[in-house]
């Protein structure tokens, strides 16, 4: 690396994360969030070397192409890169880093509290402890479903998936999985793996999307139509995955009788039907938002960008 390479931050940053990056790189640090047309007006004028972004910061073929000749890294802090246009990146000599591993447990641990959350319906219990608890709910008003024991299907059976799956077999939920390519014995374990996910949806008690997002909707109309009655809908990937419409008519129809979601199609200024709907609990994208995980994920974004200007390829660069 050059004595001082330069990069450009489009996300606000804690001072004391903010020190060790300013002993690594010249630094342009915004105090908020920036939008892609502000970070290339500033890159334009920096010529940095590297940009550290966040997933609300679509970089697409367009953006890339504004990029001045000087960027060579971009680092996402994020697992998913959904938001990058990787090719187009790569074809311009781009390296782009993201953050795999280091949540994957505070993502498997958002899930489960979604699918708890959705069963017992706590959104309306948090609803009656904000209005001050003022009536006890009947013996059989407000109740929710038993989580343990049912079947969950996990869609994506990679690194967040197996973590979830992990988390599922302690409330002893048989785990059927479906993924582009099954898993070799020691990861399956007692996961019954199904090549075709239509096969797989009947079976699904709880169903649980944990696949990256950029490959169009996975779950349609037709697809919800294949749970069994009152399936649990966990999603803490992508809200690009889902058609949320059809979403709703399932909610509707009890076809599926709750819904965590984590994610949606729309971020912020989500489709606020689903929060209407009374069988939902939801959450505003915060499956890695632990400072433990933010703290790695940031270090690892920036340890991606520290090793490219040095020459190295480090273990967190996206390839297509
Ligand atoms: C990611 O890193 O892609 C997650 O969605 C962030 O919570």
Redesign the pocket.
């Known amino acids: 690396m050059t004595a001082r390479a330069s990069i450009i931050a489009s996300l606000p940053i804690p001072p004391d994360l903010r020190d060790r990056i300013e002993a690594l790189f010249d630094y342009v640090a915004p105090d908020r969030h920036l939008r892609t047309d502000e970070v290339i007006a500033l890159a334009d004028l920096h010529q940095p070397d590297g940009l550290l972004v966040s997933?609300g910061m679509p970089i697409r073929a367009e953006h890339i192409a504004r990029l001045p000749g000087s960027v060579k890294v971009i680092a996402t802090t994020?697992?998913?890169h959904d938001h990058i246009d990787i090719a187009a990146a790569n074809a311009r000599g781009i390296v782009v880093c993201n953050?795999p591993d280091v949540?994957t447990d505070a993502?498997a641990d958002t899930h489960m509290l979604l699918l708890l959350g959705a069963a017992r319906r706590a959104k309306a219990h948090i609803r009656n402890m904000d209005g001050a608890w003022k009536t006890r709910n009947g013996f059989f008003q407000g109740l929710g479903v038993d989580v343990t024991g049912k079947t969950m299907g996990i869609v994506g059976m990679g690194r967040i998936g197996r973590a979830v799956a992990d988390r599922a077999r302690g409330f002893r939920m048989p785990i059927l999985y479906h993924n582009r390519t099954r898993l070799s014995a020691d990861l399956e374990g007692d996961a019954r793996y199904f090549e075709a996910l239509e096969e797989m949806l009947p079976h699904c008690q709880v169903l649980s999307l944990n696949l990256p997002g950029g490959q169009g909707v996975l779950m349609t109309r037709e697809r919800f139509a294949l749970l069994p009655k009152g399936a649990i809908f966990v999603n803490s990937a992508r809200g690009s995955l889902v058609d949320e419409d059809a979403l709703l008519e399932a909610l509707t129809s009890g076809r599926v009788g709750a819904a965590g979601l984590d994610v949606f199609q729309r971020e912020p200024g989500y489709d606020t039907r689903l929060n209407d709907a009374e069988n939902t609990f939801l959450l505003p994208?915060i499956?890695?938002a632990t400072v433990e995980t933010r703290t790695a994920m940031l270090e690892l974004a920036v340890g991606g960008i520290e090793a490219v200007l040095s020459g190295n390829t480090p273990h967190n660069v996206v390839r297509v």
């Open positions: 997933l994020s697992v998913g953050t949540l993502t994208h499956g890695s």
